[in-house]
């Protein structure tokens, strides 16, 4: 089992910044990938990006790529969403998420709320 827990959201100002942490404990030697996800109100649940742990193979939405950065610190078994130029619509519950073998992701954090201003 994997366990994940989020931290880092907030409020913040359109146009600022934040960066989330996810840090993993249990057996984490069985994931391959760790991701971001998020869900705004009356929305569904979107991908976000996500990595192997190396930092060698990333994704990133449309809407994430050149504003979100997803890296990972394998010393610490953490996954961060450095989160720049964030708008209103940006505002969402965002979830970490780890897979294993597995092509979905089947292991879910608790989510932390992003809140941006106008």
């Known amino acids: 089992q994997v366990q994940l827990v989020e931290s880092g959201g907030g409020l913040v100002q359109a146009g600022g910044s934040l960066r989330l942490s996810c840090a993993a404990s249990?057996?984490?030697?069985?994931?391959?990938?760790m991701g971001w996800f998020r869900q705004a109100p009356g929305k569904e649940r979107q991908f976000v990006a996500d990595t192997n742990w190396s930092n060698s193979i990333k994704s990133y939405a449309d809407f994430a790529r050149g504003r979100f950065t997803i890296s990972t610190a394998n010393a610490k078994n953490t996954v961060y969403l450095q989160m720049s130029s964030l708008q209103p619509e940006d505002t969402a519950v965002y979830y970490c998420?780890?897979?294993?073998?597995?092509?979905?992701?089947?292991?879910w954090g608790q989510g932390t709320q992003v809140t941006v201003s106008s």
């Open positions: 998420a780890a897979r294993g073998s597995a092509t979905y992701y089947d292991t």
């Open positions: 249990g057996r984490v030697l069985s994931v391959y990938r």
